[in-house]
Structures are given as C-alpha cells and as structure tokens.
C-alpha cells in the first residue's frame, strides 16, 4: 500500500480504559478505542503486518487472570504479538508498582497462548545493574534541557 514500510507498536499496558487511566498517564488523551482503531486500520491496510502489543505487567495491578481475559478479548482475531514485559524497579519508584511473580508472569502467559494470541515474554537483560525496560528513565531525565 501506500505505507508498506512503516510497522506499528502499540504500549498498551492495560485492557480496559479505565485502568489504562491510572497507570498510563496519556491513557487520558489517547484512549483504547481510538488505539484499536487505528490497529485495525493498520491491519486493513498492511495484509501482512503484525502490530507488536507492549505490555508492562504490575503486581496486583494488571496481572489478574481478569486483566488477561480481559486483553484476550480486546486483541482476539487482531494481528498482534502481546510482548509481556515484568516490571522492572527502579529508584525512585513513586507509584511503588512491584515486580509480579515468574509464577503470575506464567500464568498469565498461558491464559493468552491458551486463547491462541501471540504472546512471548522479554527477559530481564540488564535489571541486575540497573539498565533494564524502563530502569534508565531517571537517568535520562537528569541532564538539563537547552
């Protein structure tokens, strides 16, 4: 099509709006449904391209069997990957999300690959020195803006 290069990642985070909200902070202005729509206009267009489907997942908060049945539903028949991504601390972690278990991590997994979504789970390369998904965040924030 008109577009044949471009690929298209979406940070999803959470299967209903309204969780989305609370731990997504521009969940507010970019809303799950505007989101999904644009996934199936991708999908129309691009007969071939998958959407990659970034999931960060926080204990307690969005790891429930709910939450998976709930995200199963949103990207059923959709051509997605879910990436599941276990929280990664790091210092100065304001909203004190924690790490879900390997086990709840598993479970999790399995009730997606259960309901035939594409689904893998990114590793923890770098959390043991602090350069893990999302643990450099205040590092970058540092350095003065000019």
Do not use: W
Not at 6 to 20: C, D, G, V
Not at 57 to 65: F, Q
């Amino acid at each position: 099509d008109d577009l044949p290069k471009i690929k298209l990642a979406i940070s999803l985070h959470a299967p209903t709006q309204e969780l989305r909200e609370q731990i997504v902070p521009i969940g507010k202005t970019f809303k799950l449904e505007a989101l999904m729509e644009v996934l199936d206009e991708y999908a129309a267009r691009n007969s071939k391209g998958m959407v990659m489907v970034s999931y960060v997942l926080l204990a307690g908060v969005n790891d429930t069997d709910e939450c998976a049945q709930q995200l199963c539903e949103l990207v059923k028949g959709r051509p997605v990957i879910v990436n599941l991504i276990p929280y990664n601390p790091f210092e100065e972690n304001v909203y004190r999300y924690e790490t879900p278990t390997d086990e709840r991590v598993d479970e999790f997994l399995k009730v997606l690959s259960e309901a035939d979504i594409r689904v893998f789970q990114r590793r923890h390369h770098g959390r043991d020195i602090g350069a893990a998904c999302g643990q450099l965040a205040k590092l970058g924030r540092q350095a003065p803006v000019r």
